[in-house]
């Protein structure tokens, strides 16, 4: 017998009901460890539909009244950055565990305060980092941690996204508001590209960064970044583009051994090692396997496509694994250090002395 689903459901409510709101509540709707108990957004039409939608309690258009009459367990905040802290501290005083989106806050400071608040208040934060969890990067780690790729040397962390030619941060008449975070745009970025950074070189001496507007413009801040991170002899290089195509979240791992890299918006893993057939016959033996590799990949991404699967597969196992270790009060898959880590080389990155 599963003694797991024998555990009392976490009651768990939500705050905003953006992009990103259909992966988390999709998962709380069909999961034996939450009861869906409410959803908060100031649009009540929304927070009616997302009701409907996935089978949700209550509608609410105030997070203080939500939590005062639903007393959710944990609360998903899926708000702008700009007022997670507010939100975050008034959902951990009312005695609930808090999942935040990236980025947790703007900034370091703003995090540690907000750290140091959850621990006074004696609840768990967690920040989204759930492109840890998906398989390509899995798989990436376990060919590092087995050494067959050596003794790492190099990371390069790459996106390339076209948000100036349209979609929601395009938009003249309705400016997101992570337009004007620190970083603009890229800064509602840069925590993804930081923390799958830090899984293979996971400290950092200092940083370069060079952000630019190429296409000019009020509306960016910023729509071009490329950072070197320098950790001993260790590099790291982080990529953002709003002008190479196609669309690309790659994660590229070079060692003593060979390379490995990932995509994550069509997911394969390319391996470049050498071969048990000698150093003259490697390059063909990789070709050969990696060539398969990418033929079983196209089938798999094809089915995805039909199944309208997302590259947030990674979000479902973090928040699964969330609640089993809230239910369990065992760590947390995302620990402090990991969100301290990130959160401050994302603050090296902003830092204008940083700038090239």
Sequence with gaps: MDTDTQKPKLKAAVIGTGLISKEHLSFLSTSERADLVGVCDISQAAANYAVKRFGAETAYTDYHQMLEQAQPDVVHILTPPQIHKKMSMDCLSAGAHVICEKPITPTYDEFKELWDFAKKCDRHLIENQNYRFNQPILALQKLVEDGTLGTIGEVEV????????????????????????????????????????????????????????????????????????????????????????????????????????????????????????????????????????????????????LLQKTPYEGLHSLLEQTYQALQEDKPLPISFEDMDKTSRLVNALIAEENHL
Excluded at 187 to 199: G, Q, R, S
């Design 158 to 305: 790459r996106m390339a996204l076209d948000i100036r030619s349209g979609g929601r941060y395009a938009d003249q008449n309705l400016p997101s508001p992570v337009h004007k975070l620190p970083g603009g745009v890229i800064h509602d970025f840069i925590t993804h590209l930081c923390y799958l950074a830090l899984l293979f070189i996971p400290t950092f001496d200092y940083v370069k960064a060079g952000w630019n507007n190429h296409g000019g413009g009020n509306l960016f801040k910023y729509d071009d970044l490329d950072a070197l991170i320098f950790s001993g002899h260790q590099h790291t290089r982080i990529r953002f583009s709003a002008y190479t195509q196609p669309d690309c979240f790659s994660v590229t791992v070079r060692g003593s051994l060979g390379y490995a890299e990932v995509d994550l918006f069509q997911p394969y893993i390319r391996c470049v090692v050498p071969r048990a057939v000698g150093k003259q016959l490697s390059p063909l033996a990789n070709q050969f396997a990696n060539g398969w590799t990418f033929m079983n990949a196209s089938f798999t991404n094809f089915r995805r496509k």
